[in-house]
Each structure stands twice: as structure tokens, then as C-alpha cells.
């Protein structure tokens, strides 16, 4: 049973600062990675989406690496702001389609 | 191209009711999930439906649910005679399911269901 866990569950930065958020999973068999945003009251935002055969992907201030064989995923915000202040969840798919959330990390930017 | 619609947005049900949420995919996505999010925790598969097939129900819990995603019309996950503990935000994504790697889930707004 695919396991997907998500540290730290709560982070705290001042405005500016680089961060790492990271996803760890048990069964290294899987379709894809995704990133999520959600904001509080709110449904989710897909952020990066990276296949099993990818090794990172970029989208402005953020890059998502993927090692796989570890069952590994970091998150790198840069720059951060204010705005990024949300919860950010990563999901995995397995043949299946369905997709296995982390907890999720809640962020706070400080300015 | 509007998004995964659902409805309500909220919902409030007394103990013992019936709560029917609804959900609309992208268009052109014949693939729709649900997926619920209790209080403090994180999101949890619950069924996974194509138009009038369920393909994976594996996280639904076994009385007093159901879903169905008919030939016309949304998706329809219902819930009798709810209790508090069925409290939750219920979200619905939809794909179109190309069957590769690259194949995406895109979210709803969810239904907030608060039972009383």
C-alpha cells in the first residue's frame, strides 16, 4: 500500500527566503508526481507534475526533483513571498489513476 | 474552458439526512474523481467513475455511500442518513485520460458538508 508522507507538516520563513519542501514514498512504482497548492477553504491548484521518468520540473520560482528510486521528491520555492503562503501537497499515481496525498506542509511567509 | 464545477459550495445537513453533491468535470474529461478531506487530515481517494461505470471504488466506504457519473448530467456522490463524523470537504477532480504518464487531475472547488 502506497504510503506517501510530507515534512515538515508546518514551516515558517521571512519573506525572501529560498525553501525546500519534501515528499517521501514507499512504493517506487508510480505514473507521476504532482505538486499542489491549496489555499485555506479552498480546492487545489496543480503546481508541477513530473512523469516517472523526469527528473525535475521548473515553473517560475519553483522546481520539483524526482528520484524515484529513493521514493523521493523535493519542492524548491524561491524568493519566497507572501503569496505563497499556503498548504502544499504532493500526490503520486500508480497505474489506476487514483492519486495518494501526503499530509501536506503549511507555509507561512512572513514579510 | 471553465474548470471542475461543483455544488454546493456548502452544505448542511442534520444527522440522519441525505447530502447529494454534485460535480460537473472539465470538457471533453470523462474520468471523474472524488476525493474527501476530513478535518486536520489529508485527502483520501474514494472512487474513481467513468460515464456509467464505476472503475474503482476502493475508498468508499462500504454503507451509506454512493456514487454515479450517468450518460447525461454530473457526477452524484450521495450520502444516507449522515452523521457528524461524514463532516468534510469533498473534491472532485475530472482527466481526460490519455492513459500516459503525463494524464492530470484538475480539482474542484469542493463541497464543504457539515453535518449538525
Keep these: 500500500k502506497q504510503e506517501v508522507t510530507q515534512i515538515p507538516a508546518a514551516l515558517s520563513v ?6 525546500v519542501l519534501n515528499c517521501s514514498f514507499t512504493d517506487s512504482a508510480i505514473y507521476n508526481l504532482q505538486w499542489f497548492r491549496q489555499d485555506p477553504g479552498k480546492g ?15 515553473s ?7 528520484d ?16 505563497d503562503s499556503a498548504t502544499y501537497l504532493c500526490a503520486v499515481r500508480k497505474a489506476g489513476n487514483m492519486l495518494t496525498f501526503g499530509g501536506g506542509t503549511r507555509l507561512m511567509v512572513k514579510p | 474552458n471553465a474548470g471542475v464545477m461543483q455544488n454546493p459550495r456548502h452544505l448542511v445537513r442534520r444527522r440522519g439526512q441525505e447530502a447529494r453533491l454534485r460535480c460537473s468535470p472539465m470538457k471533453g474529461h470523462s ?9 486536520e487530515e489529508g485527502l483520501k481517494f474514494m472512487v474513481y467513475l467513468q460515464k456509467e461505470n464505476i472503475i474503482d471504488e476502493s475508498g468508499m466506504p462500504k454503507e451509506r455511500f454512493s456514487a454515479e457519473f450517468p450518460k447525461e448530467g454530473p457526477s452524484i456522490l450521495r450520502i444516507q442518513q449522515v452523521v457528524r463524523g461524514d463532516s468534510a470537504a469533498y473534491f472532485c477532480a ?7 504518464f503525463t494524464d492530470t487531475q484538475y480539482f474542484g472547488p469542493g463541497t464543504r458538508l457539515t453535518v449538525l
Design chain 1, 14 to 19: 521571512p519573506e525572501g527566503e529560498n525553501l
Design chain 2, 94 to 100: 475530472s482527466s481526460s485520460f490519455d492513459g500516459g
Design chain 1, 68 to 83: 524515484k528510486s529513493s521514493g523521493r521528491s523535493t519542492l524548491y520555492i524561491a524568493a519566497s513571498q507572501p503569496g
Design chain 1, 44 to 58: 487545489l491548484t496543480s503546481l508541477l507534475l513530473i512523469q516517472s521518468s523526469q527528473r525535475e520540473q521548473t
Design chain 1, 60 to 66: 517560475g520560482r519553483l522546481n520539483a526533483s524526482l
Design chain 2, 31 to 39: 474520468h471523474v474523481y472524488w476525493y474527501r478531506q476530513l478535518p
